[in-house]
């Protein structure tokens, strides 16, 4: 649930009010989402690796909620979100300057001809940058892409192509994202397992971050970690390759994370 405990009694109040509060979608009503008929070709492919109706149920997402996906990529997650929060909810995509050159071809397509008519795409931006009200977000949500906070450069086959000049100052990016969060919203991020201690270098190398990286970073800008998934965990992976090999992917050992403002 992703409404905290100490909104309980406000929540309580609005209910005998005749406001009554939106409930967390099922996991049952979020499987019946990614079998919409209108679901690109090609996209239920993922769900068996990413086991989205339990990552979404996770978040406690409600129809109506205002939710933002972090380094959207193609979109895989912004379709379903948008699915699930319905008319009344809406959906801001965001991809930086680095995501959006392998992102761009894929979530224009997606979202031609407002074909997901409630969601707000932020191409190119800075997380910094993107423009949403102070406290109007419920979820923000980010899969498998924490660690391009820190991925700076590429080797292929001993080229490097250098994609950022440094890392992203985590600390104004994730203050800018409290700031957007609702005081009971969750900030939930799903991404690849490296190897403990291998520092911001694995976002590089295998493409990959060390968990407590995240932790540390995020309760030291004001973050608490409320409760951890683990439907994505394989503990056969090994942490030395690239979450890109072929013999890997898809299949790598995930943490699941939800956050909520330290109150």
Do not use: C
């Not at 992703?2 to 609005?14: D, S, T």
């Not at 979109?75 to 992102?103: C, H, M």
């Not at 409630?118 to 924490?146: H, Q």
């Amino acid at each position: 649930m992703k409404k905290r405990l100490i909104m309980a009694a406000a929540a309580l109040a609005l209910t005998h009010a005749g406001f009554a509060q939106s409930a967390d979608l099922t996991e049952q009503q979020l499987t019946q989402i990614l079998k919409h008929q209108d679901r690109p070709e090609g996209d239920s492919k993922r769900d068996n690796a990413r086991l989205p109706a339990k990552v979404m149920a996770f978040t406690g997402i409600s129809k109506g909620d205002n939710i933002l996906d972090l380094f959207a990529g193609g979109g895989w997650y912004t379709e379903l979100f948008s699915r699930a929060v319905g008319p009344e909810g809406k959906v801001y995509a965001q991809n930086d300057e680095v995501i959006w050159r392998f992102a761009e071809q894929r979530i224009t397509k997606r979202t031609a001809d407002n074909r997901l008519p409630n969601v707000k795409r932020f191409d190119n931006m800075a997380i910094v940058d993107i423009n949403v009200p102070d406290e109007s977000l419920d979820v923000v949500f980010t899969a498998l892409n924490y660690h391009d906070l820190f991925f700076t450069e590429t080797n292929r086959d001993g080229i490097i192509t250098k994609l950022r000049d440094d890392v992203v100052d985590y600390k104004t990016t994730l203050t800018h994202i409290k700031k957007a969060m609702k005081p009971d919203g969750v900030f939930v991020i799903i991404d690849h397992f490296a190897k403990p201690g291998s520092g911001y270098e694995a976002a590089n190398t295998v493409h990959r971050i060390d968990p407590d990286i995240v932790k540390f970073q995020m309760d030291a800008m004001g973050f608490e970690l409320l409760e951890e998934a683990f439907y994505l965990r394989n503990p056969g992976d090994d942490l030395n390759k690239s979450v890109f090999d072929p013999n890997l992917r898809g299949k790598t050992d995930r943490f699941i994370y939800k956050f909520g403002k330290k109150q």
